[in-house]
């Protein structure tokens, strides 16, 4: 079973930096496209960014784009999410997904993702 694990959430002040780590275990991680989400109280879970497996190709949503970058490092089996000039409605729970199936044109929605890790909070304070 595929587990995946997000760290690095925490506080931050408008305009600050934050990074977020997320390791999605296995032998295959190379062949994973992985991503984020977020959610607010009482909404659906958005997207935020993607990474297609071999890392060449990447996806934001227009909120975030030019302000958070998705990496990742098939040698560690980790993808990170670098959020910089951090704004008030960037506070949600943010969530790793992981899927192994090349699902690029709908890479924007929930259901093209099979695993998913627990979330991590991340607050931005004006």
């Known amino acids: 079973q595929v587990q995946v694990v997000e760290s690095g959430g925490g506080l931050v002040q408008a305009g600050g930096s934050l990074r977020l780590s997320c390791a999605a275990s296995g032998r295959t991680f190379s062949s994973y496209t992985m991503g984020w989400f977020r959610q607010y109280p009482g909404k659906e879970r958005e997207f935020v960014a993607a990474i297609s497996n071999g890392g060449s190709t990447t996806r934001y949503a227009d909120s975030v784009k030019g302000r958070f970058t998705i990496s990742r490092d098939n040698t560690k089996n980790a993808v990170s999410l670098q959020m910089s000039s951090l704004k008030p409605e960037d506070t949600a729970v943010y969530y790793c997904?992981?899927?192994?199936?090349?699902?690029?044109?709908?890479?924007?929605?929930?259901?093209?993702?099979?695993?998913w890790g627990q979330g991590t909070q991340v607050t931005v304070s004006s």
């Open positions: 997904a992981a899927d192994p199936l090349p699902q690029w044109s709908t890479i924007a929605s929930v259901h093209a993702w099979h695993y």
